[in-house]
């Protein structure tokens, strides 16, 4: 199946530092969408990056998305002890469907 | 402000019973997944309607899954009869026109 499987699975940095997440994934698609889950709770969407866009910033984040390599990454800059999460990376299932399959994540650990 | 709804939010039944979730989702949009989170699996998608329409429940297993949406704001979830093997936790998501997913803060459910 289609998935993006995240590197590396866990991340410590101490606070202040940038975080670098990939994600990888096997056949085409026209999105890709980062998502972040704190402990106990449910996954939050982040940002959504189209096939056609090779960057995007939203606040403190940066995604970049190499179609030809098949890969995203997820740059948090300036890391704060509330990053401290678990972040996805979610594909569709059928280039733009809207069935979006995950990877099991990066356990980022920002330490104050 | 809008979220997406389930109940209940914490489950511990034995092996046999008959479990039930819920879920609300947000007002307005028509597509709602069922997903199961696990550390050996992570997220796994067992079904999705759209419109109430089941479109896609390959992920569930059938002998003892069952999903269901009785009208527009209400999904649920049956597992019957329940195994150890099924303690997970159970996230509900809608999502409306775009490619957005919102997900509910998750049912957690303990087999004994």
């Known amino acids: 199946s289609q998935q993006g499987e995240e590197d590396p699975q866990a991340l410590s940095i101490q606070e202040g530092e940038n975080a670098t997440m990939n994600c990888s994934y096997k056949?085409?698609?026209?999105?890709l969408q980062w998502y972040r889950q704190n402990s106990g709770r449910g996954l939050v969407h982040l940002i959504l990056i189209r096939s056609n866009e090779r960057e995007k910033h939203s606040g403190r984040l940066r995604v970049t998305l190499d179609t030809s390599k098949k890969s995203s990454s997820l740059l948090i800059t300036a890391s704060r002890a509330a990053d401290t999460a678990s972040y996805f990376c979610?594909?569709?299932?059928?280039?733009?469907?809207?069935?979006?399959?995950f990877g099991k994540g990066t356990k980022l650990t920002v330490n104050p | 402000d809008a979220r997406v709804t389930q109940t209940p939010r914490d489950k511990v039944t034995e092996m046999g019973q008959e479990v039930t979730m819920r879920c609300q989702p947000i007002l307005g949009h028509n597509t709602v997944f069922w997903y199961r989170q696990t550390m050996m699996q992570g997220l796994e998608l067992l079904a999705y309607?759209?419109?109430?329409?089941?479109?896609?429940d390959s992920g569930m297993p059938k002998d003892r899954f069952s999903a269901e949406m009785p009208d527009a704001t209400l999904a649920t979830l049956k597992i019957q009869p329940s195994e150890p093997r099924d303690s997970a936790v159970y996230f509900c998501?809608?999502?409306?026109?775009?490619?957005?997913?919102?997900f509910g803060e998750g049912s957690w459910l303990t087999v004994v």
């Open positions: 309607f759209r419109n109430r329409a089941p479109l896609d």
């Open positions: 979610a594909t569709p299932t059928q280039g733009g469907s809207e069935k979006l399959v």
């Open positions: 998501a809608s999502a409306g026109s775009g490619n957005t997913i919102y």
């Open positions: 056949t085409s698609i026209n999105n």
